[in-house]
């Protein structure tokens, strides 16, 4: 079947603008992450939702990020007046959400975002 | 807080060498351990995991064992393919935590 899929691949902007970004998970799929790669790191938790509640958002590293999942299914990742250092790779994730030692979190391809 | 460690890369390796890439972990409590591998032009997927201390996971002739005593994940294959050149993330899971935490990633690649 269809895995987790992001819109877009790469999105280029430039510094002060606003950026959304789309993650539709795998269908049945309660449970979804977000996640951000920089260069040469491994991914860094960003937010994880159950259905349409954001359950834990600690790692959000500011105010200017704010994600979204109103229906239970497609997530938006919203970055406000975008600055150089959030140019990255932005993963999203889905599962059954019963628990990560139960449930695999399946990754999307990501969206690389160049702020200019 | 929670943090993964991992051997530095890149690692290259001759078809049928022996793999061992370094996995150590700074945990509170008992969390989950995985290994996820990133193909070149694929994303993130799960190789294998170990839920509780001397659990061995394995999946395509790659193992790892949790060893609590050492803080350790060891991922290890005992004759690599050209096909495994990738980039290998290990990372944890605090119990109750939906969240992964992720190591810095070694990338592997494997000559012909």
């Known amino acids: 079947g269809a895995g987790v899929s992001q819109t877009p691949s790469n999105k280029v902007t430039e510094k002060g603008k606003y950026v959304e970004l789309r993650c539709d998970p795998i269908?049945?799929?309660?449970?979804l992450y977000w996640y951000r790669q920089s260069l040469g790191q491994g991914p860094e938790f960003l937010i994880y939702f159950q259905g349409t509640g954001a359950a834990d958002d600690s790692g959000l590293p500011n105010d200017r990020f704010f994600a979204v999942r109103p229906e239970g299914s497609v997530s938006t990742l919203k970055i406000q007046r975008t600055e150089r250092g959030d140019s990255a790779v932005y993963l999203c994730?889905?599962?059954?959400?019963?628990?990560?030692?139960?449930?695999?979190?399946?990754f999307g391809p990501g969206t690389r975002l160049t702020v200019l | 807080g929670d943090s993964v460690t991992q051997m530095e890369g890149p690692v290259t390796l001759s078809e049928e060498a022996f793999l061992t890439i370094n996995c150590t972990y700074t945990a509170t409590g008992y969390p989950s351990l995985f290994w996820y591998v990133q193909y070149p032009g694929e994303g993130l997927q799960l190789l294998l995991k170990?839920?509780?201390?001397?659990d061995k996971g394995s999946n395509k002739g790659f193992e790892a064992t949790y060893r609590k005593e050492t803080t350790s994940f060891h991922l290890e294959k005992g004759s690599v393919q050209v096909s495994d050149s990738a980039v290998y993330f290990c990372a944890l899971s605090q119990g109750g935590s939906e969240k992964l935490v992720f190591g810095k990633g070694t990338k592997l690649t494997v000559n012909p």
């Open positions: 269908s049945g799929h309660t449970a």
């Open positions: 994730a889905s599962s059954y959400g019963r628990g990560v030692g139960t449930d695999t979190q399946y």
């Open positions: 170990a839920t509780k201390a001397d």
